[in-house]
């Protein structure tokens, strides 16, 4: 898991599987962000959920959040090529501003 | 669909001189940041920046660093002496277009390298 543990750290899959990464925090939040970086690139937002919400859909992700484990997971569903990169969760903890993130998950989807 | 934008997208500067780093934020974006990420490490926070003032800073902030919006479209981080362990990516971010703010939009980012 990101922020401390990598969980996992790298992922390779075969395009049309399902790539699953998780996310463990430590401090009390407003929302967890999940965000992509492509190979030296800038961070592009996907999915923001709150800390009062436990699951959030957009197209092909799925994220969860379990505050009383402080844990997150994003689901990319029948995954593409395209969708190789580096997957960050950042938390904005409660009374702040600033976001925290996590090391990563580089993920390598093979055509 | 509105973007933030960084400039330059690179910049080599010698270890002790200034650099100044540009950002174009989203247009009615209330909250502005800075973060930097060390090749192979993680994004860090450096600072926000809302009502024209610092609202938050990280102890990597020190008084070597300083940010300003010079006009209404503009967010400035200057580096007054640049360190060999500046060298990092810069990213500028933006969010809020109320009191309250979630989401963080991010630059393209410059790469920063000190020799």
């Known amino acids: 898991s990101q922020q401390g543990e990598e969980d996992p750290q790298a992922l390779s899959i075969q395009e049309g599987e399902n790539a699953t990464m998780n996310c463990s925090y430590k401090t009390s939040i407003n929302n967890l962000q999940w965000y992509r970086q492509n190979s030296g690139r800038g961070l592009v937002h996907l999915i923001l959920i709150r800390s009062n919400e436990r699951e959030k859909h957009s197209g092909r992700l799925r994220v969860t959040l379990d505050t009383s484990k402080k844990s997150s997971s994003l689901l990319i569903t029948a995954s593409r090529a395209a969708d190789t990169a580096s997957y960050f969760c950042?938390?904005?903890?409660?009374?702040?501003?600033?976001?925290?993130f996590g090391s990563g998950t580089r993920l390598q989807v093979q055509p | 669909e509105p973007e933030v934008t960084q400039t330059p997208s690179h910049q080599v500067t010698q270890m002790g001189q200034e650099v100044i780093l540009r950002c174009v934020p989203i247009s009615n974006h209330l909250y502005f940041y800075w973060y930097r990420q060390i090749l192979g490490q993680k994004v860090e926070f450096l600072v926000s920046?809302?009502?024209?003032?610092?609202?938050?800073k990280s102890e990597i902030f020190d008084d070597q660093f300083s940010v300003e919006r010079p006009d209404g479209s503009n967010f400035t981080l200057k580096i007054r002496s640049t360190k060999l362990e500046d060298s990092a990516m810069y990213f500028c971010a933006s969010g809020g277009t109320s009191g309250i703010q979630e989401t963080q939009y991010f630059g393209p980012g410059t790469r920063l390298l000190v020799l």
């Open positions: 920046f809302y009502n024209n003032e610092i609202s938050e």
């Open positions: 950042a938390t904005m903890d409660t009374g702040r501003r600033a976001l925290t």
